[in-house]
């Protein structure tokens, strides 16, 4: 009775008069159900859907890391050769970001998560392929538009389909699927590398294919984006069907819709990030993303190189260096999904921030008069600390923009991720060819520091809000 009361409702509002407001109640209407919605089983399958594809990102952002020891030698590459093949995928990822996240406000959601799938999939499958600098470097650059455009987007995505008291929770679950893809990388790199040669980690990161192929099955539209886009009907059944995987009695208790003002409609463009209130937020989220860009990133892909280049560890040791940072760094996450929705984003943010910055700043000093495994503790402390900003981001973003900017927001302040990955490789390689790793390690922790306040000044603290109520 109480989902054929609902469905009459959204019907008659959409059709309540003819200057859009019965549309914009409706539109009210699919947010309130969503959000009294309790986490259910079709939340935790959604949430695995989407996490695959998350995993793979994650494997195949990283898997250049792994395999540039080896190309180091095998290849020749000087320090400006390397910071250029890492940045380069970055500056494919900052075009991804910002393509992607307009077509998913035009054509949905789930058709550009898979458009960035089969891109991902396509051109990690050519890169095994590669004979010499110049063509790798074409190939990770295409890789990165889909690498750029997934992460925004998928986040984007599992926002608007989960209840304000537990969306952080959510998206940080998901963000650890990132995580394990970039710990399950390292794994991976320290067999088969050695076994079957580097070549081998870019198949692997071919299979985001499957996932392309079969996700319209196991993951609908979000609703909020359909109700936003006039197609009311369908964004009701959605809802109906996640009502639906309630048990009874769950259902039959479920609290009474609070429905906010509708809004007006608006366009949507990327201007419009500044407009309404929105501007200080955007650009606290891009600083924010770009400091945890420049941080995590920096530890994430130019540790394992700068163990065996400036350490002179060899491979296998480096690699398994970086590994267990990575393992580190998930279990991080796992500990900010409960962390996030508890104490905050705010202050979540900051700790991170700070916590990253202090072993970092240490490493500017002690630069390589420590050994190389107190060089990997201090890391794996910063990486246990930037991790929480890295996954947090992508909580954040996208909840502080209404649902006709979310995914223009998020893929701004992705490309924002991006710009910090492109700045701080080039930035790392002129550092080690005319000045000492020491300056390295300064940057990372610098950008750290400046990171925090920007999270102190211009930071919005989102915890247990309705997006509806955050967007106001």
């Known amino acids: 009775m109480e989902h054929a009361t609902q469905s009459s409702s959204v019907g008659n509002a959409t059709h309540a008069n003819d200057d859009g407001a019965g549309d914009r109640h409706a539109i009210a209407l699919i947010s309130a159900r969503i959000e009294r919605l309790p986490v259910s089983k079709w939340h935790a399958r959604l949430l695995a859907a989407v996490a695959t594809g998350h995993f793979f ?33 970055y500056i494919g990822q900052l075009i991804g970001a910002l393509l992607v996240g307009p077509s998913a406000e035009r054509f949905g959601r789930i058709p550009a998560f898979r458009s960035a799938l089969v ?10 392929f590669a004979w010499g600098l110049t063509i790798f470097l074409v190939l990770r650059f295409f890789q990165g538009i889909g690498l750029g455009g997934e992460v925004p987007i998928a986040a984007t995505y599992l926002n608007e389909l989960s209840p304000s008291k537990a969306r952080g929770r959510i998206v940080l679950a998901l963000e650890s699927g990132f995580s394990l893809g970039t710990l399950v990388t390292a ?80 366009p949507s463009s990327f201007k419009q990030l500044f407009t309404d209130g929105l501007a200080a937020r955007t650009i606290g989220v891009w600083i924010i993303t770009c400091c ?32 267990i940072s990575n393992i580190a760094g998930f279990i991080a996450i796992l ?7 508890y104490i905050g984003r705010r202050k979540t943010f900051i700790l991170g921030f700070l916590g990253s910055a202090v072993p970092l700043l240490y490493l500017t000093y002690a630069g390589t008069t420590i050994p190389a495994f107190y060089a990997m503790v201090c890391a794996t402390i910063s990486m246990v600390f930037i991790s929480l900003l890295l996954a947090g981001i ?33 930035a790392v390689g002129a550092m080690l060819t005319h000045s000492t790793i020491n300056s390295v390690f ?28 955050i967007a106001s």
């Open 57 to 89: 990102d994650g494997f195949d952002a990283v898997a250049i890391a792994f395999v540039l020891p080896v190309l180091v030698v095998q290849w020749h590459l000087s320090p400006g050769e390397i910071g250029l093949l890492i940045s380069v995928g």
């Open 119 to 128: 891109i991902i999939a396509v051109f990690s499958f050519g890169s095994a």
């Open 187 to 266: 794994a991976v790199a320290v067999w088969a590398i050695p076994a079957y040669g580097w070549q081998s980690m870019f198949v692997i990161g071919a299979l985001p294919i499957i996932l392309a192929a079969v996700l319209p099955r196991i993951a609908p539209e979000s609703p909020r984006w359909l109700a936003a886009n006039g197609q009311i009907q369908k964004a009701e059944q959605i809802v109906a069907t996640m009502e639906s995987h309630l048990p009874s009695d769950v259902r039959n208790a479920l609290p009474p819709l609070t429905v906010a003002p509708p809004p007006k409609r608006k």
């Open 292 to 323: 945890t860009s420049l941080t995590g990133y920096g530890l994430l892909v130019w540790m394992p190189t700068l163990y065996r280049t400036e350490y002179h560890m060899p491979v296998k040791i480096a690699l398994r260096y970086g590994m």
């Open 335 to 341: 500990v900010g999904i409960f962390l996030i929705d």
């Open 394 to 426: 992508y909580v954040y973003a996208p909840e502080i923009y209404p649902t006709r900017l979310r995914a223009t927001g998020a893929g701004a302040a992705s490309a924002w991720l991006r710009i910090g990955s492109i700045f701080g490789p080039i």
């Open 442 to 469: 300064l940057l990372f922790g610098a950008a750290a520091v400046v990171g925090a306040i920007a999270v102190w000044t211009l930071g919005l603290e989102t915890k247990g809000k309705a997006l509806d109520e």
